[in-house]
């Protein structure tokens, strides 16, 4: 009994210590964002460049998961695996991703007739190139949990993609051009630091590839390109669907609208921010924490839930005032924010579920509740934004990407007999869902309203927040943090 608890508690701990780490890196990437979207207000000179620079990234991220053939998830999965050889796994990786690009390359000529294609098309290719190697130089150093190297590297690229999207936007006026440079600049960086830190040339083998290894790894991957499509449908086709449903509407032009929708994201990037932050832990405790997996998975997802919850509540009662950081004529994306939120709490949710397929290598399954929600989403887009005009984007988000979490809910109860406690799940939801509605409606006092419903969200969850805190204040604060947790805990006992 007492190696169980020490078992238990040291892969709390292993858990928590990871997402400290992952943390530091992601935090300053993640406050880039934070910081950029306000600064590319101010940075272009109209709405509707924002606009065409968001349409230009989705494109890139449309063609991503076709270029690396969804090779980053089982750089992870089977670079996590003992028995693997880990120059095969990263071999197999980068010759998947340039042969990919190759096929991509010979399909230039027919990808200039598509919008846009023929004035940004080449950077756009380059910005799928540096992104899927850049993805599997970090996957592959997670895999090795060279987690501090991966903590640096985070700090590098952001400060790096800061400077040149200054450069490029501020001094050059390149707009979306610099914005597309700027990004793919910073992702270089990235590799070559990686590359030379990580000696990962090393890991390059060319002679005797194992090609049931490779066979094994695509089998997996695969089925991610329609599951990765799926989430991009999700996220991004309310860019594409508010582009063209909405020219002309109250005189903006479609691009202007897209633009509006994208400066929404602002906020709800905080939520995947904390979601990302934990996953990147996460997927290693997932993997190599075999013992008792169902209760640990249980735990943590509560857990896990509660903070979302809390944080999402914060962000919808606080957007109106925080989203006067943008440039006055951006202002009116708050109305995007409330459903958006919970758009990114149900997304950081399906995240968390997409663990239980990895861990059964079940990547069909990931496919199938995917692709059920790219297509709800996709009829409640046009319905939507047809009856309640661009705001009815987010409606479909958020509706698509909570059928994604109950599919995937119920597989993971079904797989490794994992609760998520729906009634719990339900109420939180509900009282987002009626703070979004009051203060959409600007209802009287709709501050005061939405505040306390947030309290009340807040004490709703304390238990659940109190147990990430009970594991994070020692890692962060040391004896001190001890110490506030023996007093928290002996104060809760006494009531």
Request: with cysteine.
């Given at each position: 009994?007492?190696?169980?608890?020490?078992?238990?508690?040291?892969?709390?701990?292993?858990?928590?210590?990871?997402?400290?780490?992952?943390?530091?890196?992601?935090?300053?990437?993640?406050?880039?964002?934070?910081?950029?979207?306000?600064?590319?207000?101010?940075?272009?000179?109209?709405?509707?460049?924002?606009?065409?620079?968001?349409?230009?990234?989705?494109?890139?991220?449309?063609?991503?998961?076709?270029?690396?053939?969804?090779?980053?998830?089982?750089?992870?999965?089977?670079?996590?695996?003992?028995?693997?050889?880990?120059?095969?796994?990263?071999?197999?990786?980068?010759?998947?991703?340039?042969?990919?690009?190759?096929?991509?390359?010979?399909?230039?000529?027919?990808?200039?007739?598509?919008?846009?294609?023929?004035?940004?098309?080449?950077?756009?290719?380059?910005?799928?190139?540096?992104?899927?190697?850049?993805?599997?130089?970090?996957?592959?150093?997670?895999?090795?949990?060279?987690?501090?190297?991966?903590?640096?590297?985070?700090?590098?690229?952001?400060?790096?993609?800061?400077?040149?999207?200054?450069?490029?936007?501020?001094?050059?006026?390149?707009?979306?051009?610099?914005?597309?440079?700027?990004?793919?600049?910073?992702?270089?960086?990235?590799?070559?630091?990686?590359?030379?830190?990580?000696?990962?040339?090393?890991?390059?083998?060319?002679?005797?590839?194992?090609?049931?290894?490779?066979?094994?790894?695509?089998?997996?991957?695969?089925?991610?390109?329609?599951?990765?499509?799926?989430?991009?449908?999700?996220?991004?086709?309310?860019?594409?669907?508010?582009?063209?449903?909405?020219?002309?509407?109250?005189?903006?032009?479609?691009?202007?609208?897209?633009?509006?929708?994208?400066?929404?994201?602002?906020?709800?990037?905080?939520?995947?921010?904390?979601?990302?932050?934990?996953?990147?832990?996460?997927?290693?405790?997932?993997?190599?924490?075999?013992?008792?997996?169902?209760k640990f998975f249980t735990q943590i997802f509560r857990t896990y839930s509660s903070v979302l919850f809390c944080c999402a509540a914060g962000i919808i009662w606080l957007c109106r005032p925080v989203m006067h950081v943008m440039k006055s004529n951006y202002y009116y994306a708050w109305h995007f924010v409330p459903f958006l939120v919970l758009a990114s709490t149900c997304s950081c949710f399906n995240q968390f579920m997409n663990s239980v397929y990895v861990v059964n290598k079940k990547s069909q399954r990931s496919m199938v509740t995917m692709m059920a929600g790219a297509i709800s989403n996709c009829l409640m887009n046009y319905f939507f934004i047809k009856w309640w005009g661009p705001v009815g984007a987010t409606y479909a988000s958020f509706l698509g990407l909570?059928?994604?979490?109950?599919?995937?809910?119920?597989?993971?109860?079904?797989?490794?007999?994992?609760?998520?406690?729906?009634?719990?799940?339900?109420?939180?939801?509900?009282?987002?869902?009626?703070?979004?509605?009051?203060?959409?409606?600007?209802?009287?006092?709709?501050?005061?309203?939405?505040?306390?419903?947030?309290?009340?969200?807040?004490?709703?969850?304390?238990?659940?927040?109190?147990?990430?805190?009970?594991?994070?204040?020692?890692?962060?604060?040391?004896?001190?943090?001890?110490?506030?947790?023996?007093?928290?805990?002996?104060?809760?006992?006494?009531?």
């Open positions: 009994m007492e190696s169980e608890k020490t078992s238990g508690g040291d892969k709390y701990s292993k858990l928590a210590g990871n997402t400290i780490i992952f943390a530091i890196s992601s935090f300053s990437s993640k406050l880039l964002t934070l910081i950029v979207q306000p600064f590319l207000t101010y940075a272009m000179a109209e709405i509707s460049d924002l606009g065409l620079s968001k349409i230009l990234s989705q494109y890139a991220n449309l063609l991503i998961p076709f270029v690396s053939m969804g090779m980053s998830n089982a750089i992870i999965r089977f670079g996590l695996d003992k028995g693997n050889s880990e120059k095969q796994v990263f071999t197999n990786g980068l010759l998947t991703i340039l042969g990919g690009f190759g096929i991509l390359v010979l399909c230039w000529p027919a990808a200039q007739f598509l919008p846009d294609m023929a004035q940004y098309g080449l950077l756009i290719y380059i910005y799928v190139l540096m992104s899927c190697l850049r993805t599997l130089c970090t996957q592959f150093v997670r895999s090795r949990q060279w987690n501090k190297l991966v903590a640096v590297d985070g700090v590098l690229c952001t400060v790096a993609t800061m400077a040149f999207y200054v450069l490029y936007l501020v001094g050059f006026k390149w707009g979306a051009n610099g914005y597309l440079l700027a990004i793919i600049s910073g992702d270089f960086v990235s590799v070559l630091f990686l590359m030379f830190t990580g000696k990962l040339w090393d890991f390059i083998e060319l002679k005797g590839i194992n090609k049931t290894l490779w066979k094994q790894m695509l089998h997996f991957s695969l089925p991610m390109i329609p599951a990765q499509i799926s989430f991009w449908i999700i996220n991004a086709s309310d860019l594409f669907f508010v582009r063209e449903m909405c020219d002309g509407l109250d005189g903006h032009s479609g691009d202007a609208w897209s633009g509006l929708l994208s400066t929404g994201y602002f906020l709800p990037t905080i939520l995947t921010t904390l979601g990302l932050i934990f996953y990147d832990a996460w997927q290693l405790s997932a993997v190599t924490e075999e013992e008792g997996r169902a909570g059928l994604v979490f109950t599919l995937r809910a119920m597989d993971a109860h079904g797989m490794i007999g994992m609760h998520v406690h729906p009634g719990r799940v339900l109420v939180n939801a509900a009282a987002l869902v009626f703070e979004a509605f009051v203060l959409l409606a600007e209802t009287p006092l709709y501050g005061l309203w939405t505040g306390i419903i947030t309290a009340l969200i807040i004490l709703y969850n304390f238990s659940g927040v109190w147990a990430m805190a009970r594991i994070l204040l020692p890692k962060i604060l040391g004896r001190r943090g001890k110490a506030l947790v023996a007093v928290v805990d002996g104060w809760a006992a006494k009531k």
